[in-house]
């Protein structure tokens, strides 16, 4: 297919390589323009100076942005992506953002005889990399029919949830699990160091019990090292975070540890670790 691919972060950039791997024909736009052509450099392709541009005569167009308000530039305006779209053709946004944008965002493309799927990922920078995120998608049925086969360049797993805004929902769900576990797996390993516990043994058996995460597996030992130079920011997490709490305030849904988890995390950045991973919570135990 014809695409096109909006923003190139540590994640877009190698999505949209995965694209041109997998046989389509990628267009890619990104604010700092020096970044899109690096892209082109390294993938071929080409690289256009507008989101409107880079739409132009795409049969899908992805985004992968920081935020709501990021999400709108690109795609609203004379040079946004909307303007340059063809009826009939499919915007995929990867962007983690709130449910009401890609409510709003919906409703704005199908006035214009456009189509609109919300389809944020998990996986991280190595899931980008290597191809294997896992994709919620919002949207209709034909729609995500029409895309997956694309999406699959760089998913293990892509799921259609329900209608628009219920990939933004259930991101939200899976960045709850995850802080309410990081915290848990924290407060387990600084436990067990003080408690003169070998970490590397002590993983290796509890891992193959019910105590078994991917958090486990891939942060437990790198946490107690003091190595947090991995993919996800801790920023990036607490942008997150605020999002699930703003909607449990709609949806009366409560969420205690999670918003502890969020606090937790506010200290974390007071103490410089706004670009550490988001497994730096043991910092707050292990330096206090």
């Not at 409107?52 to 709501?68: L, P, R, Y």
């Not at 214009?112 to 990922?121: N, R």
């Not at 486990?216 to 709490?245: P, Q």
Request: with cysteine; glycine share 14%; aromatic share 6%.
């Amino acid at each position: 297919m014809k695409t096109a691919f909006l923003g190139l972060g540590v994640m877009g950039f190698p999505m949209a390589g995965h694209l041109k791997k997998g046989g389509h024909e990628v267009t890619v736009y990104n604010r700092t323009q020096a970044k899109a052509q690096k892209w082109v450099e390294t993938h071929g392709g080409t690289a256009a100076a507008t989101p409107a541009e880079a739409a132009k005569g795409a049969d899908i167009v992805f985004s992968c942005v920081g935020n709501d308000d990021d999400l709108r530039s690109i795609v609203q305006g004379g040079e946004g992506a909307f303007a340059g779209m063809s009826k009939g053709a499919i915007f995929v946004d990867h962007t983690t953002a709130s449910a009401n944008v890609a409510r709003d965002l919906g409703e704005v493309a199908k006035g214009k005889g456009l189509h609109f799927l919300d389809a944020p990922v998990s996986g991280g920078q190595a899931g980008a990399e290597n191809g294997k995120l896992t994709v919620m998608v919002g949207g209709g049925q034909v729609d995500f029919d029409r895309a997956k086969p694309v999406i699959d360049c760089y998913a293990r797993a892509c799921v259609l949830l329900g209608p628009v805004g219920s990939g933004q929902l259930a991101k939200m769900v899976n960045q709850i699990c995850i802080a309410g576990l990081v915290q848990g797996l924290a407060e387990g390993m600084n436990f067990a160091v003080k408690a003169g516990l070998d970490p590397a043994k002590l993983v290796e058996t509890i891992s193959k019990g019910a105590a078994q995460s991917w958090q486990m597996e891939n942060r437990a030992l790198t946490m107690v090292a003091d190595k947090f130079d991995f993919g996800f920011a801790v920023d990036w997490m607490r942008k997150d975070l605020g999002i699930c709490l703003e909607e449990a305030k709609r949806n009366g849904a409560r969420l205690p540890v999670t918003a502890l988890v969020d606090q937790f995390y506010a200290q974390v950045q007071q103490r410089g670790g706004k670009r550490w991973d988001t497994s730096s919570l043991i910092h707050l135990l292990t330096h206090s």
